[in-house]
């Protein structure tokens, strides 16, 4: 197995233990109330940014340059996070 494919098997194996974390809270506490949907959306915007991440690393080959796009991507994963969580901006998207 190639770098590559072994680095794209790590960020759906990341998204996989990520989620389970919400999954097994559900089983300890009612706080923790996430639906079906809620998984979906998260895997993909999880799996998005992984994609994202590694089609940066193999693309852009100036060090600078990817910095500040994973940056600039990190940023809007974060983003959108809070968005669907917490509604910080009150718009539409989250269900405002």
Do not use: H
Request: include cysteine.
């Amino acid at each position: 197995m190639n770098t590559s494919n072994k680095r794209l098997t790590g960020i759906l194996l990341a998204v996989a233990v990520i989620l389970c974390i919400p999954l097994i809270a559900m089983q300890f506490t009612p706080e923790v109330a996430w639906t079906l949907s809620d998984f979906i959306i998260m895997g993909g915007l999880l799996l998005g940014t992984g994609v994202l991440a590694e089609l940066i690393f193999r693309k852009v080959r100036q060090k600078n340059y990817r910095m500040g796009i994973l940056a600039a991507v990190i940023i809007a994963f974060f983003l959108i996070w809070a968005e669907l969580a917490v509604g910080i901006f009150g718009t539409p998207f989250a269900g405002s």
